[in-house]
Protein backbone atom coordinates (compact mmCIF):
# COMPACT_ATOMS: atom_id res chain seq x y z
CA UNK A 1 0.00 0.00 0.00
CA UNK A 2 1.32 3.20 -1.12
CA UNK A 3 2.08 5.95 2.19
CA UNK A 4 0.46 9.13 1.72
CA UNK A 5 2.51 12.11 3.08
CA UNK A 6 0.22 14.83 2.61
CA UNK A 7 -2.04 15.86 5.50
CA UNK A 8 -5.18 14.96 5.58
CA UNK A 9 -7.77 17.73 7.56
CA UNK A 10 -11.40 18.36 8.03
CA UNK A 11 -11.94 21.64 6.72
CA UNK A 12 -9.21 21.81 3.44
CA UNK A 13 -10.30 21.24 -0.12
CA UNK A 14 -9.06 17.68 -1.67
CA UNK A 15 -9.14 16.08 -4.35
CA UNK A 16 -11.59 12.96 -4.05
CA UNK A 17 -11.84 9.61 -6.66
CA UNK A 18 -15.45 8.35 -5.81
CA UNK A 19 -16.44 5.02 -7.41
CA UNK A 20 -19.85 3.42 -7.13
CA UNK A 21 -21.72 0.70 -9.24
CA UNK A 22 -24.14 1.35 -12.16
CA UNK A 23 -23.98 4.43 -15.22
CA UNK A 24 -24.45 7.78 -14.66
CA UNK A 25 -23.55 10.05 -17.16
CA UNK A 26 -22.03 13.52 -17.79
CA UNK A 27 -25.41 15.25 -17.10
CA UNK A 28 -25.02 14.42 -12.99
CA UNK A 29 -22.09 16.18 -12.83
CA UNK A 30 -23.38 19.39 -11.53
CA UNK A 31 -25.66 17.31 -9.03
CA UNK A 32 -22.23 15.98 -7.97
CA UNK A 33 -20.78 19.38 -6.87
CA UNK A 34 -18.91 19.75 -10.52
CA UNK A 35 -17.18 16.39 -10.13
CA UNK A 36 -15.95 15.10 -13.23
CA UNK A 37 -17.52 11.61 -14.30
CA UNK A 38 -16.59 8.57 -16.13
CA UNK A 39 -18.04 5.44 -16.92
CA UNK A 40 -15.96 1.84 -17.61
CA UNK A 41 -17.79 -0.40 -18.62
CA UNK A 42 -15.83 -4.06 -18.17
CA UNK A 43 -16.86 -6.86 -20.12
CA UNK A 44 -17.89 -9.33 -17.31
CA UNK A 45 -19.49 -6.85 -15.14
CA UNK A 46 -21.67 -3.83 -14.43
CA UNK A 47 -20.30 -0.57 -15.70
CA UNK A 48 -18.58 1.37 -12.59
CA UNK A 49 -19.13 5.50 -12.52
CA UNK A 50 -16.13 7.28 -11.14
CA UNK A 51 -16.44 10.96 -9.78
CA UNK A 52 -13.51 12.69 -9.65
CA UNK A 53 -12.99 16.31 -8.23
CA UNK A 54 -12.61 18.52 -5.54
CA UNK A 55 -14.55 18.72 -2.71
CA UNK A 56 -14.16 21.47 -0.67
CA UNK A 57 -14.08 20.04 3.27
CA UNK A 58 -15.01 17.34 4.88
CA UNK A 59 -18.74 18.20 5.51
CA UNK A 60 -19.20 18.61 1.74
CA UNK A 61 -17.59 15.21 1.28
CA UNK A 62 -19.85 13.50 3.87
CA UNK A 63 -22.54 15.84 1.72
CA UNK A 64 -21.94 14.36 -1.26
CA UNK A 65 -21.87 10.51 0.29
CA UNK A 66 -25.35 11.07 1.63
CA UNK A 67 -26.47 12.22 -1.91
CA UNK A 68 -25.70 9.29 -3.68
CA UNK A 69 -26.71 7.04 -0.70
CA UNK A 70 -29.93 8.66 -1.46
CA UNK A 71 -29.48 7.71 -5.15
CA UNK A 72 -28.99 3.59 -3.62
CA UNK A 73 -25.60 3.52 -5.03
CA UNK A 74 -23.30 1.57 -2.95
CA UNK A 75 -19.92 2.98 -2.12
CA UNK A 76 -16.87 0.67 -3.89
CA UNK A 77 -14.21 3.33 -3.12
CA UNK A 78 -13.48 6.88 -1.59
CA UNK A 79 -10.11 7.55 -2.47
CA UNK A 80 -8.35 11.33 -1.78
CA UNK A 81 -5.90 11.53 -4.59
CA UNK A 82 -4.58 15.08 -3.48
CA UNK A 83 -4.64 17.03 -0.19
CA UNK A 84 -3.45 20.62 -1.14
CA UNK A 85 -3.70 22.94 2.66
CA UNK A 86 -2.25 25.56 0.44
CA UNK A 87 -5.64 25.65 -1.57
CA UNK A 88 -8.47 27.71 -0.66
CA UNK A 89 -11.63 27.19 -0.71
CA UNK A 90 -12.58 29.20 -3.92
CA UNK A 91 -10.42 26.96 -5.73
CA UNK A 92 -12.61 24.11 -4.55
CA UNK A 93 -15.27 25.39 -6.81
CA UNK A 94 -16.60 23.31 -9.52
CA UNK A 95 -15.17 25.14 -12.03
CA UNK A 96 -11.76 24.91 -10.93
CA UNK A 97 -11.66 20.70 -10.82
CA UNK A 98 -8.34 19.35 -12.34
CA UNK A 99 -9.17 16.91 -14.94
Same mark, same amino acid.
Not at 27 to 38: N, Y
Given at each position: ?? #? +????? &?????? &????? +???? !??? *????????? &?? &????????? %??? =? @? =????????? @??? !?????? *? !??? %? @? @? *????????? #??????? *???????
Amino acid at each position: MK #E +VKQKL &TLDQPA &TYQIK +VPGH !LDE *SWSEWAGGM &TI &TVENGDDGP %PIT =T @L =TGIVADQAA @LHG !LLRRLY *S !LGL %P @L @L *SVICIECDP #ERSVDDA *SPNNNRR
